[in-house]
């Protein structure tokens, strides 16, 4: 609810507001703020990659290169080279890289090596494809009873795994091609891969060799047609020669010449197809690729796959993107307070200053992490109170304090005697810590100070603080009280809050009415009295103190509080007629200050 002294001004705050601008600082505290987050998503993925490392069969690939020669085989006969057809390089290794994945390779790699009696290969169906295999139309039938499994449908998967294992790529824009198989088995993979660019090789031998053969068969016969036909031009070039025609002298030169010109064009016809025809002859008993082996295969002697560094980079990558993912999505629903101005806009208190996170790191202090404990926000408050007493705040702390004293003297006008009390909306908001910090503030700069523990249920302060020194109900329900002590390092007064076996619901309220009698007894004593209010929501007991302070601190702690929380935490304290000064947002971290300036 807002004040009336100090009303936040709507316009101001929407100025700021769209004048602020997102920068790396509101990047970086926002993955501090979410930490947790994100290192748990973290921690879930390099669980399931840690997994599925130790889970997962290594994969060695071995490599053999091959090279494509066009020229080889014609120096060795010492023919003519025929014509290359025109082709580019790069079509001519794209089709060998065919031929390499063609099922005549894979079947001759198969039956050389016996690759059907290897478990890799005859591996029964995974879970998953065996689930798969259950709704499909093959299975169905099968389980029928209408098909079943033979020796064919065996080899068309060892043929399908061989598939699956086998790779192949054009080096650069050689013609060299590199041939790779991937196994569990190192020796494996170096053989099969040796094997395959053997069978690739055997395969083009044995197609020139068949190529060969068809054609000398064809050479064969053209021969004995072309030597009937050379035959026979030259006999009609002898008989014309020999016997004459009844043509004229001049037209029978002319003729003789014609039948001599046929017969020596068959002639030399024949003496080609005879040189082509020993050259095939010659193939075919001595066949020859125009590829051969430059680099053969050896075991590998590391994994090629899962690589563990990938995995694990990939893992933290995925972790990190995925817990940023929900701490944004999470972000997005907060409503808790986590700013200034969002104090003044939705809550309309005004601030009177903040103060950093002073826990000290209690895995260091207890062995154990925070949310293993089960008071945590006991134990946290208990470690802060012994740092607040032993002095061991940091200089932006000390700083922030100065400041705050400084703003309460302006708004309350600096008087000679000041009662204030310090309320948080509900436990666990560092209500106690302001108040001690507060009161420790006021004692380090001269004016003579106690600090009032009225938290008569939890008595944090009591038990850090006052060594167990409390005032006690007697007997026929009188009263005595211990004097008020003083807390060592902090120098200043403490007045521990009264043991009291009653309930929060109980109408006896004789403790609460000592402590507020105690209260004003202070005044003749002390310049500044600071009092460690009850939580506003949890219960009703700080209702009964609040006429007895001046001023009243409401403390929100960042990231916690929600904006309807400390919504209703003023209203209340406005209807029980507390004069509020400001709010303190407590525990705020000094990475997010960066962010407000």
């Known amino acids: 609810m807002r004040q009336p002294h100090y009303p936040a001004p709507h316009a101001a705050v929407s100025g700021e507001r769209s004048d602020e601008v997102f920068g790396v600082w509101h990047i970086v505290a926002f993955l501090l703020q979410n930490r947790k987050a994100i290192a748990a998503s973290i921690a879930v993925t390099v669980s399931v990659a840690v997994i599925y490392l130790l889970l997962a069969t290594p994969v060695f690939v071995a490599r053999t290169s091959v090279i494509i020669d066009p020229n080889r085989g014609a120096e060795l006969f010492n023919a003519i080279q025929m014509p290359a057809p025109m082709m580019s390089d790069q079509s001519r290794v794209e089709s060998q890289i065919e031929v390499i994945k063609s099922d005549r390779v894979a079947n001759s790699v198969i039956s050389r090596l016996k690759l059907e009696q290897r478990p890799e290969f005859v591996s029964g169906p995974s879970v998953v494809e065996a689930l798969l295999a259950r709704i499909t139309a093959t299975s169905t039938a099968s389980a029928a009873g209408e098909v079943g499994r033979d020796e064919s449908t065996d080899l068309r998967e060892v043929a399908a795994r061989f598939a699956n294992r086998l790779s192949t790529k054009r080096v650069g824009q050689s013609l ?118 430059i680099s053969r295969a050896a075991p590998p002697l590391r994994k090629s796959s899962p690589r563990t560094l990938l995995v694990l980079g990939f893992a933290i990558v995925l972790g990190g993107l995925g817990g940023t993912a929900f701490a944004a999505v999470r972000s997005s629903g907060d409503r808790s307070v986590r700013s200034p101005r969002q104090l003044s806009a939705s809550v309309g208190v005004s601030l009177l200053g903040a103060i950093n996170d002073l826990s000290e790191p209690r895995i260091l202090r207890e062995g154990k992490l925070p949310w293993f404990s089960r008071s945590r926000w006991v134990r946290g408050a208990a470690g802060t109170l012994r740092g607040i007493v032993g002095g061991r705040l940091d200089p932006s702390t000390k700083k922030d304090l100065r400041r705050m004293r400084t703003s309460i003297a302006a708004l309350t006008g600096n008087p000679e005697v000041l009662c204030i009390g310090v309320v ?164 705020v971290p000094a990475i997010v200050r960066k962010t407000w300036s």
């Open 176 to 293: 060299v091609i590199e041939i790779a198989f991937s196994s569990a088995d190192p020796d494996q993979a170096a053989e099969i891969a040796n094997a395959t660019a053997e069978s690739f090789i055997r395969a083009i031998v044995e197609v020139k060799s068949r190529l060969a053969e068809a054609q000398g068969k064809w050479l064969s016969e053209r021969l004995e047609t072309l030597q009937q036909q050379a035959f026979e031009a030259a006999r009609k070039a002898n008989r014309f020669r020999s016997f004459g025609d009844s043509l004229s002298s001049q037209d029978a030169q002319a003729k003789l010449e014609e039948f001599e010109s046929i017969a020596s064009s068959y002639r030399k016809m024949y003496d080609d197809f005879q040189r082509q025809y020993n050259e095939t002859l010659q193939r075919i008993s001595y066949p020859d690729a125009d590829v051969r082996i």
């Open 424 to 587: 948080a909306c509900s436990n666990g908001e560092g209500a106690t810590t302001v108040a001690a910090c507060l009161a420790h503030e006021y004692a380090r700069s001269g004016a003579r100070t106690i600090l009032v523990d009225g938290c008569a249920d939890r008595r944090t302060l009591s038990k850090e603080l006052a060594a167990g020194k409390t005032i006690k109900a007697k007997p026929k329900g009188q009263l005595g009280s211990e004097p008020a002590t003083g807390p060592g390092a902090l120098g200043l007064a403490l007045l521990p809050s009264a043991e009291s076996d009653l309930q929060p619901n109980d109408t006896d309220r004789r403790p609460i009415e000592r402590i507020a009698e105690v209260i004003s007894e202070s005044r003749l004593k002390f310049e500044r009295i600071v009092v460690d209010l009850p939580a506003l929501l949890p219960s009703d007991q700080w209702k009964s103190l609040i006429p007895y302070v001046d001023e009243v601190i409401v403390v929100v702690r960042f990231g916690k509080t929600t904006v309807e929380e400390a919504e209703d935490g003023t209203m209340e304290l406005n209807l029980a007629g507390g004069k509020m000064l400001g709010a303190v947002l407590n525990r």
